[in-house]
């Protein structure tokens, strides 16, 4: 009888991971957001999300991951060019230097929004949820913007 008793323990601490993990994550204090925009595509094509981190702590701060409840999946892009030909790759994590910022920009580092759960419409707001390596987490707005945006107010 000792066996059932123990895989319902299991079974119940199993189930309480998460929302320990969760309970754990802590508001990032030392990065804050700016200019936080998406670029919304037509139909199915992923969206790219841009804006300005800025670090205020004397340390430098590791970016490793972010969601969102928008979107199936997001993850960290970079673009880049060489000999006028164009790529994108997924990078793991970003540094953001220490007093100083990292910019989210057409052609260069991005958030690649993949599986939008409902049609993102230009004009809402979209919750993502930066993950930092020491644990925190940072909520931030971004505003939907039209295909042919360049910029939050172009």
Known sequence: MR?????????????????LALAQAKESAAVHVSAAWIRVLPGALPNAGYAVLHNDSDSAVKLVGASSPAYGQVMLHKSSESGGVSRMHM??????????K???????????????VHPVKPGTHVAIQ??????????????????NATGISD
Not at 91 to 100: K, N
């Open 3 to 19: 066996i059932p008793k123990t895989l319902a323990l299991a079974f119940v601490f199993a189930l309480a991971l998460p929302a």
């Open 91 to 100: 990078v793991p994590s970003l540094t953001i230097p220490a007093h100083g």
């Open 102 to 116: 990292v910019e989210f920009a057409p052609g260069g580092y991005h958030l690649m929004l993949m599986r939008a």
């Open 130 to 147: 930066l993950r930092f390596a020491d644990g925190s987490i940072l909520h931030a707005g971004f505003l939907a913007r039209p295909a």
